[in-house]
């Protein structure tokens, strides 16, 4: 019922930046909590951020804070995240997701909770 379509990913240089968004269908948007995961090769899918359906709180993995900032725009159905300061770690696919939390102004840091999931696009950042 709900549709998350990423895009925005590509290749960057090390000290780069990338915005990737994430459109949603379906549903009302306001409805869900969203998140962005990433699974790099060889790696379990790791938590990245997540923002409240409120958009008033936010939660970022301690590898990413200071660098990265998700923000929503519930009017156009779209979740962002802005990626500053890349780094060849930074590498992997990139899915977004939705959590129908309840509670308008939490979000989960957990996968569990999450029950719609993107494609994935790919980042790739050089050194």
């Known amino acids: 019922q709900v549709q998350l379509v990423e895009s925005g990913g590509g290749l960057v240089q090390a000290g780069g930046s990338l915005r990737l968004s994430c459109a949603a269908s379906?549903?009302?948007?306001?409805?869900?909590?969203m998140g962005w995961f990433r699974q790099a090769p060889g790696k379990e899918r790791e938590f990245v951020a997540a923002i409240s359906r409120d958009g008033g709180r936010t939660y970022y993995a301690d590898s990413v804070k200071g660098r990265f900032a998700i923000s929503r725009d519930n009017a156009k159905n779209t979740v962002y995240l802005r990626m500053n300061s890349l780094e060849p770690d930074d590498t992997a696919v990139y899915s977004c997701?939705?959590?129908?939390?309840?509670?308008?102004?939490?979000?989960?840091?957990?996968?569990?909770?999450?029950?719609?999931w993107g494609q994935g696009t790919q980042v790739t950042v050089t050194s």
């Open positions: 997701a939705a959590d129908p939390i309840s509670c308008p102004w939490l979000a989960d840091t957990s996968p569990t909770g999450y029950v719609y």
């Open positions: 379906g549903r009302t948007f306001s409805s869900y909590a």
